[in-house]
């Protein structure tokens, strides 16, 4: 199937390049933004309706929730270069003056740290208490590296030790549990 090329747009030539941009970097997807895609997509999370590789002026985000004024950038490796972190603030900054907050992600800890990611995303949201579908035991992030991830982020979630506030009942979750033998 042939990608549509915009050729005639309201905005003008400049929104047609952005328009066809826009729809490029929907086709070429990290795996990073694909995993987080198919986390956020739908409502899944908190209910919030988030939009991916959304023209804001000049910019594409990410991914963006225009009910919560939320954006969510997902960073690759040429972000962390000085002239991509000074991108990146100033893409921030012009963000922030327009009302939006910013979380950003590497990609490392969409892919590795995934739990953490949505944590924080589920407390951006504003929403209380844990995430309604947490990881079963043993998967996600652990808690030593929940602690490291605090301290080496600044203001990432993280720190969390114990278990879970709202353990899953038995028979609750994905896997029901099996059926008993009822004895009269």
Not at 32 to 60: D, I, M, T, Y
Not at 159 to 177: F, I, M, S, V, W
């Amino acid at each position: 199937m042939r990608a549509r090329v915009a050729t005639n747009y309201r905005g003008g030539e400049r929104s047609v390049r952005l328009l066809n941009r826009v729809r490029q970097l929907r086709r070429e997807q990290t795996d990073a933004e694909k995993r987080l895609w198919f986390l956020l997509n739908s409502r899944q999370l908190g209910g919030a309706k988030f939009r991916r590789q959304h023209e804001f002026g000049p910019v594409v985000l990410d991914f963006f929730c225009p009910e919560q004024h939320l954006v969510i950038e997902v960073d690759g490796s040429q972000h962390l270069t000085e002239e991509g972190l000074a991108r990146d603030r100033g893409r921030t900054r012009y963000l922030e003056k327009n009302g939006l907050r910013v979380l950003r992600f590497t990609d490392r800890e969409v892919l590795l740290e995934t739990d953490g990611v949505l944590e924080s995303i589920w407390e951006a949201l504003g929403q209380p208490g844990p995430h309604p579908n947490p990881l079963p035991e043993g998967e996600g992030i652990s808690a030593p590296a929940a602690q490291q991830r605090g301290r080496d982020r600044e203001g990432a979630v993280g720190g969390r030790t114990g278990p879970h506030p709202r353990p899953l009942r038995e028979g609750e979750g994905p896997h029901p549990a099996p059926p008993t033998k009822e004895t009269h």
